[in-house]
């Protein structure tokens, strides 16, 4: 049975102008099936080419019917064909379409620009044990992705984030600095090692936490992760041994015998099993830390920063 093109014989209503444009103007999806409609002249082969039923394409015609307040279709045994209205509405919906196709190719290009780098800041001892596995896990998932890392303490990463210079992070101090947001992704442990010559190698007892702090030690630079934990573990620290801006060259220093340092469990294990450093044990304080990813606050990860991060939980304790 055809369908009026009447404004009233159709048992569509006018709908209110003061209702959001949200509520008044058809979704793209009713506006790609008008336009199949059109072109196909059939509701049933419209229908098919957008992946519905029939009937599911007729209850859509009808709704976009009672939302505009005028008939589009006239629905017959021999086809569908449009009413004066719908050929109108019809010329407007294609300039719809097209604007949100271009909309799409735009957005596109976006993610596509997003994608193609991935700028990571990271504390030392992540930077150095943690970070290169994780990316060429990335590389398999991303290879046309260009990263870049930057190392530096946790100070130095939490500004780089915060000025826009990188879109993820990691960092091992006890805190995350104002404006930023992260999850744990990992826990740490630090350990008191000395070259094998050094007395404390040939303790019997383990070394005392009031002992440790009182000792001039191998230190990281101010703002360093390590250095953190350990101050604040001790509650104090002895005036720096040596002071040095790299978990590499702290592990050096107490190889080639200039005194004890504190450094992760996870930079020094080949060091410990050639007998190149000697873990001293500690009583009366346990020097275990979080590892944490961050980032802006109200902006979480995504693209290759949001697949990176997805990386770094597996396999990690």
Avoid: C
């Avoid at 196709?101 to 735009?106: C, I, L, P, Q, S």
């Amino acid at each position: 049975m055809g369908t009026s093109s009447g404004s009233g014989s159709s048992g569509v209503s006018d709908t209110s102008s003061g209702a959001p444009l949200a509520h008044r103007v058809p979704d793209l999806g009713a506006l790609e099936l008008l336009l199949a409609v059109a072109r196909l002249g059939s509701l049933g082969r419209a229908a098919k080419e957008m992946g519905i039923t029939q009937p599911a394409a007729s209850s859509r015609v009808r709704s976009m019917e009672r939302q505009l307040g005028v008939a589009l279709v006239d629905r017959s045994p021999r086809g569908s064909q449009l009413t004066d209205a719908g050929a109108l509405v019809t010329d407007w919906a294609r300039r719809i379409v097209e604007a949100a196709e271009a909309f799409d190719v735009g957005a596109q290009a976006l993610r596509d620009r997003r994608d193609s780098r991935l700028r990571v800041a990271a504390s030392m001892t992540i930077a150095e044990y943690l970070l290169p596995g994780w990316l060429m896990a990335l590389r398999t998932q991303r290879p046309d992705t260009a990263v870049s890392l930057t190392a530096g303490n946790s100070t130095a990463v939490a500004e780089r984030l915060l000025a826009g210079e990188a879109d993820l992070g990691f960092v091992e101090g006890l805190a995350v600095p104002s404006g930023l947001d992260e999850v744990v992704i990992a826990h740490d442990s630090l350990i008191v090692v000395t070259a094998p010559g050094h007395a404390w190698a040939r303790r019997r007892k383990p070394l005392g936490a009031a002992e440790l702090a009182a000792t001039p030690l191998i230190l990281r630079e101010e703002g360093s992760g390590t250095r953190q934990v350990l101050d604040a573990a001790l509650g104090g620290l002895a005036r720096p041994l040596i002071e040095l801006s790299s978990t590499t060259a702290v592990k050096a220093s107490a190889v080639n015998g200039a005194g004890p340092a504190v450094l992760s469990e996870l930079a020094v294990g080949e060091e410990l099993s050639a007998r190149r450093l000697v873990n001293i044990p500690l009583e009366g304080v346990r020097l275990r830390r979080a590892l944490r990813a961050v980032w802006p606050t109200g902006h979480r990860p995504t693209g290759p920063a949001r697949d990176l991060l997805s990386l770094t939980r597996v396999g990690v304790d």
